[in-house]
């Protein structure tokens, strides 16, 4: 498995953590965030690790920011993205479940480095359920592509 995992500024510490504890797993990690704790833009970051999945250089994400709202919102813009920012492993691990996402977001001021493992355990280790589910993430797509009528 190859996670690509972006951050800004804000995410810059946090983020060595989360690429160690990945490795341990025996993960591929392609890191595509900021160079230092300089200022930056998140939604660089995020864009680069959405087009890392979409042109199948990875097979999921993971984004750090201050809270992971920005990141996760710049990222949902690429088509076939599905970012969620997750604070807690029952909510990350019901977007996996239910939402099929495909980048998980968090927040360096929000939660720390155990924190951060005990939810991208819950998100790894989980898998789509299809069924109803699917018909919602297809009509997410149809929304995509402005084909959406209800």
């Keep these: 498995m190859k996670i690509a995992i972006g951050y800004d500024h804000v995410g810059y510490i946090l983020k060595q953590d989360v690429i160690d504890y990945l490795t341990q797993k025996n ?17 660089i970051y995020a864009n680069r690790v959405a087009n890392a999945i979409n042109n199948k250089q990875a ?10 709202v920005g990141i996760s919102i710049a990222a949902n813009k690429s088509p ?13 691990k019901l977007s996996r479940e239910h939402n099929n996402t495909n980048i998980l ?46």
């Design 80 to 92: 076939g993205i599905r970012a969620v920012v997750c604070s807690d492993p029952y909510s990350a």
């Design 105 to 150: 977001a968090f927040g360096s001021r929000v939660v720390g480095s155990e924190l951060a493992k005990m939810i991208i355990d819950q998100w790894l280790n989980a898998e789509f359920e299809g069924g109803r589910h699917q018909r919602r993430i297809d009509q997410i797509h149809l929304i995509e592509e402005g084909k959406y009528h209800e």
């Design 27 to 43: 993960i591929t990690v392609i890191d595509l965030g900021a160079p230092s704790t300089d200022r930056t833009d998140y939604p």
């Design 59 to 68: 097979d999921l994400g993971i984004l750090i920011c201050g809270t992971g």
